[in-house]
């Protein structure tokens, strides 16, 4: 028991007393042992994350595992994979990414990047508001994506996996202007001034989280056109701050040598 009085009152205590002085200490004891979080990952225990073989929404969550030196299995499926994951029920949402630890499967990319985040160290708790900000304004210029990636008003059906409201050419042509010219510049003009509120080089200051790391996949996809089809360069003309953001990732020795090797 860590009290030093009651060590000194069992010292100086017949055995029957001291048995019920330790009741309340084993039982605190007891307590705290059932309020302490279970780690998500058994000592032997090696996350899988399944993906397409692409950067896509999986990119930023291979970063922060490996610049966090998070050990991980990297699979990467086509479409047939997905749609073998769809109909076994293992991908509990019917999509990729998909994370399997310690035997459970786990969907949506937004909640496996924050886990990876935390295994890797990039998602600190006193860095949550700002950084949850910038990783939602980014998830929101992805939703705006859809129409563009896949071609379609509705993206896939959640059981099928077939796109759902087919666009016209005429509509596709204006979906891709308007997010060249309408919404898309606005929206990294929002992030442009956030970053240089917080002082940089980071969303965060001089800390990179996993909210870099998202900004860093998309913003260079669309520098150099493997992003999203149809997305110009010129989106981030207005942004320079953003730009040397994604110079700044890309130099990291760890994303660097991620990099290199895929």
Known sequence: ??????????????????????????????????????????STGRPKLTYLNIRGLAEPIRLAL????????DCRVDYEGVAQLRKSGASPYGQVPLLEVNGQCFGQSQAILRWAG???????DDLQLSC???????????KLLLPQWYGVVLGRHPVTGEPLVPLSAEQKAEVARALNEDVLPPRFAQLERVLQKSGG???????MTIC??????????????SYCEG????????????????EHVAKHPKVKEWNDKH
């Not at 060590?7 to 004891?29: E, I």
């Not at 935390?118 to 600190?124: H, I, K």
């Not at 997305?231 to 994604?246: E, F, N, R, S, T």
């Open 231 to 246: 997305i110009l360069p010129g989106v981030l003309d207005a942004c320079p701050k953003l730009k040397a953001l994604v």
């Open 212 to 225: 870099d790391l998202s900004f860093y996949v998309c913003a260079s996809g669309f520098l150099d056109g």
């Open 66 to 73: 490996f610049v966090g030196g998070v050990d991980f299995e």
């Open 201 to 207: 080089p980071y969303f965060c200051g001089n800390q």
């Open 132 to 142: 949850d900000g910038v990783e939602e304004a980014i998830a929101d210029v992805k």
């Open 118 to 124: 935390r295994q890797a160290g990039l998602y600190p």
């Open 1 to 42: 028991c860590d009290c030093p009085m009651l060590a000194t009152a069992l010292l100086c205590s017949p055995w029957a007393v001291r048995a019920r002085l330790l009741v309340p200490c084993v039982q605190k004891h007891t307590m705290a042992t059932k309020k302490r979080p279970a780690s998500s990952m058994s």
